[in-house]
């Protein structure tokens, strides 16, 4: 399943260094707007104790992880929505994502210079949102003008749409983003192939200097009183130490985390933070050829879950055998599990919950 989140946020606040520190993919990162003009694109592995548990039991020969795709995307700027900075090339590939991770600058530092001349990112906030807001907006009155005529003709469907289109509008001329408002699944559906900039669910990383990763600042007390009706999460990362770590092994990657008074490192938290986001979850294979990891979105079906494995899994779904992931390590195998019962069969209609261990039976 491709997972893709986009970093946004205006030029120079550290988008392109955390995107390096993400990936192996090695972004331009420059002191100057739009340094990064095509969007650099680096897929990364979903860091999740559960996959080495079970294979240090298993001793498989292959491990794999579930995946991320993460997009840098140029820094926007005042106008974009207009085309400013290049600003509809970069809004299109945002369109793109499915989630935002969007970074504010929340440090100091007269070395590395700021579009608009000072630190302020509440500021910088509501200048991507405009951005994001004026652009949907657009597409949100283009739509209107083809539905209307339509909806006043007395025609059903035509008439639901106008009426999730003008809630819309409504909330988007208050300068407020899409996702503020509440929308069922069906009103969703309905505006889908819009694929609203601000109807995403968003991430704020709040890039600050070392001294402030574990308890903040000034700029990120601001921010995180400026965004607290939103009800979006703010993470505190430090480009900067994140850097600092990219060659470091293990080992010393731990030591110096425990230095800084960190227990994991940003990266490992945004990757995390960006799947959640999602609402995505993983369940496992685990086999003596590999034990791997597969994403769904919470509330799938076995047989949908199977589907990611393949179609015919999910064509020809006959069973799946489930073991929970705290039941397969606390006894330590498939079949020790089996002998104390904790093996379930399960049906269609069995919903998979997270580290669910399964094996799939079907038949094509």
């Not at 392109?16 to 340094?35: G, H, Q, W």
């Not at 210079?113 to 000072?118: A, I, L, R, Y």
């Not at 500021?123 to 991507?128: A, L, T, V, W």
């Not at 969703?188 to 600042?217: A, E, F, M």
Request: with cysteine; glycine share 8%; net charge negative.
């Amino acid at each position: 399943m491709a997972l893709q989140c986009g970093i946004v946020g205006l030029p120079n606040v550290g988008k392109s260094t955390l995107f390096n520190c993400l990936s192996n993919a090695k972004a331009e990162s420059a002191n100057y707007p739009f340094c990064t003009i095509e969007p650099n694109v680096g897929m990364i592995t979903v860091p999740d104790e559960r996959l080495y548990q079970i294979s240090d039991l298993v001793n498989p020969q292959k491990i794999i992880p579930t995946t991320v795709e993460i997009v840098d995307i140029a820094g926007l700027v005042k106008g974009a929505s207009k085309g400013e900075g290049l600003g509809n090339q970069f809004l299109g590939n945002i369109k793109n994502t499915n989630a935002i991770l969007h970074v504010v600058r929340c440090f100091d530092d007269d070395n590395i210079t700021h579009v608009d001349g000072s630190i302020n990112p509440v500021r910088d906030k509501e200048i991507i949102d405009t951005e994001l807001q004026l652009k949907d907006l657009e597409a949100v009155d283009n739509k209107i003008l083809k539905v209307k005529k339509l909806a006043e003709t007395g025609n059903k469907e035509a008439k639901s749409v106008h009426e999730v289109l003008s809630k819309i509008k409504g909330v988007l001329e208050q300068g407020k983003s899409a996702r503020t408002l509440e929308l069922d699944e069906n009103q969703r559906q309905i505006i889908k192939d819009l694929n609203l900039l601000t109807l995403k669910p968003v991430l704020y990383v709040c890039n600050v200097d070392d001294t402030s990763v574990v308890s903040g600042n000034h700029h990120t007390q601001a921010f995180v009183e400026a965004i607290k009706e939103e009800g979006a999460q703010v993470m505190l990362v430090s480009a900067e130490i994140e850097a600092d770590m990219v060659d470091m092994e293990e080992e010393d990657k731990k030591l110096f985390l425990d230095d800084m008074g960190l227990k994991e490192s940003g990266v490992n938290r945004i990757i995390k933070a960006a799947y959640q986001l999602l609402n995505y979850q993983t369940y496992f294979t685990a086999g003596e050829k590999e034990v791997r990891a597969w994403t769904i979105e919470a509330g799938y079906t076995a047989p949908q879950a199977a589907g990611t494995i393949h179609t015919d899994f999910e064509k020809g779904f006959i069973r799946a055998e489930v073991i929970a992931f705290e039941d397969y390590l606390k006894l330590g195998s498939e079949s020790k599990c089996r002998e104390a019962g904790k093996l379930r069969v399960e049906g269609k209609e069995y919903i998979v919950q997270d580290g669910d261990i399964m094996h799939f039976r079907f038949n094509v």
